[in-house]
């Protein structure tokens, strides 16, 4: 499984760039078989202007609920290494956004994904969209969803 790193909205007014490990955190959790539970967990990075570094993705943690199809984030584990990345960083390595599997071959987001992520953004002290990222067993789907209003969906750039 090989997802491409480099995406940008329809216009490349902004651009993102998933880190390897990042990428390797995706395929480790990707639900190949009909028995694989959903995965999930936070998007750490830094900002550049309008771009962004996505450096980690946290793992799932034993609190996390995790079903066929649905994976409930738990703070407890999640919250802990973003306030250290963030600590060590001196505030250059920041929450970005959420990520998780759908056991489908390329994802769409579902009614429930969407209030979630609403939810997720309106929240958001810094004002940024929150950054979605949902992975399947061929491609990613990958969304900035603002606090209201309809959001931008990235493509891959070769």
């Known amino acids: 499984m090989q997802f491409l790193s480099s995406w940008a909205t329809n216009d490349r007014r902004t651009l993102l760039h998933f880190s390897k490990p990042t990428l390797e955190t995706f395929c480790q959790h990707v639900q190949a078989s009909d028995t694989d539970c959903e995965a999930g967990g936070l998007l750490l990075g830094s900002v550049h202007g309008a ?33 250290s990345r963030w600590t060590t960083s001196q505030g250059t390595i920041r929450y970005l956004g959420e990520w998780h599997t759908h056991p489908e071959d390329h994802p769409h987001s579902s009614g429930l994904d969407r209030s979630e992520w609403n939810s997720l953004s309106a929240k958001r002290r810094d004002k940024r969209p929150t950054l979605a990222v949902i992975v399947g ?22």
């Open 51 to 83: 771009h962004m570094l996505i450096e980690q993705a946290t793992v799932p943690t034993a609190w996390d609920k995790r079903f066929r199809y649905l994976f409930e984030r738990m703070p407890f584990g999640h919250e802990a290494i973003a306030l």
């Open 137 to 158: 067993r061929k491609s990613l789907y990958v969304e900035l969803v603002p606090s209201s209003g309809c959001g931008s969906v990235l493509t891959p750039v070769e």
